[in-house]
């Protein structure tokens, strides 16, 4: 090999650690390990403008191989970052923009188990097993209570779609040439509820366990907080829409009511169903309550519907699969007291759907009182013509990676409802309906406690882009 090859393999070998020095910053202060993560949290809120110490970042394990180069290094790296600020003096380091709490964790998670035994190299390789399928915000290694590795682990993917090519995957997903035992973590959960023959409340209390992070600041900070207050003189901030699994950023019109790009809306496939047949009226009770509700985690899902038609959609907040669709078939064979048919839409009429469930979510986001709340109750003008009334409260959870201590919590995804109406045509009553797939939930700059939980201020940047999945 020539000096010149060996020169550009050394450059190559060194940019890729400053890389994944700058992700593994990156991590720590993400939204998927800063809030759920007590050290880190504390670091985080002990200073009023939460700068952390760079020194303190440095000693932890896995960043023991990135500051062996030094601090003026590992500076640089952390420079290289748009979702991190080092101060003039090149010794703290914070984030860009305030924390926001994860939506849909439990949604966006799966399960997966095979593993063998525990290595020292075995949780960076778990990273790149998963990121081979899309974005991954965490992933958690199980363990025992001896905290002995029980060759599974917990994936949260940054979206739908990473979810369902993992789990659809052909050839499936395997390790060391043999095939992975793989579920959503939804299925997981309700298989563990079913080997143990719970049922009612112990069922729910179980639930809880399996989902339930230890620490949770959000959590926290909703305790002890009027979310009414707001902040004098406060700087002007960027409103987010958490929409099937999606992050949208919401504008205020001239009229002061929320609006969403519609170039910004993705669309995601199979989250509709149709249904015909209901003789031009529907009793809202028979789709909206149990046990839809049950199937779908508490949601209570999003209606169009107008008064006088025979047809009408069901929005819910992850794709569909078969058994879903078969659940609904078999749950719901009446509205309104009459036989009704229940069909896919067009990818057209889905597409069209989407948009209208976003622009309802996002109409009242600047004129709530209460953005963060953890309701999902709506009410609207009442008038006649189409119904639309909804109310929900949605549970979730994800997956934490394990933290600068080898932390391994399961996550509690408080979703937050997102009240929303849209407008109804002439003769028809404003269609209110819950996306409880969040609201702008965020923190205040500058205060002696943790930040509350309101809308993202702008700090830096305004992509407000999470960090990359890298775990301590």
Known sequence: MTEMAVSNSEDGALLAQTQAAKNQVEFYFADANLPYDKFMWTLYSKDPEHWVPISTVASFKRMKEYSANGNEWLVNAIRLSDFLEVDESGEKVRRTTEPQEPKNQMQRSVYAKGFGEEDPTLQKRLEELFSQYGPVSAVRMRRDEKKVFKGSAFAEFKDFESVAKFLNADPKPSWDGKELLIMTK????????????????????????????????????????????????????????????????IKQGEDGNGTIDAADIPFVKGVTLKFDGCGGDVAWSEIKEDPIKERFDGKAPYIKYSRGDNHGLVGFYKPLSEEDISFVKDAIKTINKKEVTW????????????????????????????????????????????????????????????????????????????????????????????????????????????????TIKRVKTDDGSAAPAVTS
Request: hydrophobic content about 25%; aromatic content about 4%.
């Open 186 to 249: 939804e299925d997981y959960c309700e298989m563990k509820i079913k080997e143990k023959g719970l049922t009612g409340k112990s069922a729910i209390h179980r639930r809880d366990l399996l989902t339930n992070k230890k620490f949770d600041a959000f959590r926290e900070m909703a305790k002890g907080k009027d979310s009414g207050a707001q902040q004098a003189n406060e700087p002007k901030k960027d409103v987010y829409l958490e929409f099937l699994g999606h992050k949208l950023l």
């Open 343 to 454: 069909t896919l839409p067009s990818e057209e009429e889905e597409k069209k759907f989407e948009i209208e469930r976003a622009q309802a979510a996002a109409r009242n986001a600047f004129g709530q009182s209460n953005v963060g709340r953890d309701s999902g109750r709506g009410s609207g003008n009442r008038g006649r013509g189409s119904r639309g009334r909804g109310r929900g409260r949605g549970r979730g959870g994800g997956a934490g990676r394990g933290g600068r201590s080898g932390r391994d919590r399961d996550s509690k995804d408080k979703n937050k409802d997102e009240s929303s109406a849209a407008d109804a045509e002439t003769g028809e009553k404003r269609k209110r309906a819950v996306e409880p797939d969040g609201g702008p939930d965020v923190g205040i700059r500058g205060t002696n406690v943790p930040p509350t939980l309101q």
